[in-house]
């Protein structure tokens, strides 16, 4: 695993034993271990004689819970709690991760009552924050679940290139002890094809234009395999080459094979503040139902600044 600091963080709104338990696996590689941050809520002016009782409560109740993980999971990471009080929990997380150089943010997601997509604060993170972040649904274990990851095998900008070979190597390294192979998805469409059917403006024979559709195809197929060949895995995939637009099939194929984890990216401008992670990103969060690792290309600069 390439994670060296590893920030878990909770909001104390429900039960986040799953999701610690796979911040501590994680973790387990790390180099400083574990570092727990429960976020709290500002209390009103008239309550704050009560904030420091809050606060411990909530560090005993996480203690309590780490305790009861660490006897069911037991590993040798360092772990260590803290809390603190906050009105903006995203932010406060993500200056955190500034101010201590984490390469990894791990929460619990939280969820409307249907548990499709994700709510305000993680999609905070996910704009924002500049290092991986892992958003856990509940019953959902990475360390023996199934992983999946999701790459553009058409892109040619050499960023989001980069950031897919990343995805592949992470991928294959978050599956790596379960030995299960890793579901590559991979999204590809003829997009001339109801412009051609119906004639509108280009007229095309059904014998031509199943050629080029089944040539488009082939193209976006043998990129993703350059795109493996290029990343160094040495793992084998299993190749998912789906005919339609990602916002659709990715969300589907995860549903329909269960999947327990999808690593996908997001897009952002390099180099500049990004309040958004692109049109197709933010498409597929909203009808994801799995836990999701999310990786941000290399250039993103957060707009949040430590003060």
Request: one cysteine or more; aromatic letters at 6%; a negative charge.
């Amino acid at each position: 695993m390439t994670f060296n600091r590893v920030l878990f963080v909770s909001r104390g709104l429900g039960n986040d034993e799953d999701a610690l338990r796979n911040a501590m696996t994680l973790a387990q590689e790390a180099e400083f271990g574990l570092d727990v941050l429960v976020i709290v809520p500002t209390l009103p002016a008239k309550l704050l004689s009560y904030s420091q009782q809050l606060i411990d409560n909530a560090l005993e109740a996480y203690q309590q819970m780490l305790e009861k993980v660490q006897r069911d999971l037991p590993l040798a990471s360092r772990v260590s709690v803290s809390s603190m009080q906050a009105h903006d929990a995203s932010t406060t997380a993500i200056k955190r991760v500034l101010q201590d150089d984490y390469d990894l943010l791990v929460k619990q997601a939280e969820t409307k009552n249907n548990e499709i997509g994700f709510m305000s604060v993680d999609l905070d993170l996910l704009r924002k924050c500049p290092c991986p972040v892992m958003l856990c649904r509940p019953g959902h274990q990475i360390n023996q679940g199934k992983v999946a990851v999701a790459v553009d095998p058409n892109a040619k900008d050499q960023v989001e290139l980069s950031l897919s070979k990343k995805l592949l190597r992470l991928s294959t390294a978050l599956t790596s002890a379960s030995q299960k192979p890793t579901e590559l998805v991979a999204c590809w469409d003829f997009t001339l094809e109801n412009t051609l059917t119906n004639g509108t403006w280009l007229s095309m024979s059904t014998t031509q234009l199943s050629n080029e559709k089944r040539e488009a195809e082939q193209e976006s197929l043998d990129n993703l395999k350059r795109m493996i060949k290029a990343s160094g895995c040495k793992q084998t995939f299993n190749i998912n080459h789906l005919e339609g637009f990602p916002f659709v099939k990715v969300p589907e194929f995860t549903e329909l094979e269960t999947i327990d984890l999808l690593v996908m990216g997001t897009v952002a401008r390099t180099g500049m503040s990004s309040f958004f992670i692109g049109n197709t990103a933010e498409n597929i969060l909203q009808s994801l139902s799995c836990s999701l690792l999310a990786v941000k290309p290399v250039g993103f600069v957060s707009p949040v600044t430590v003060d």
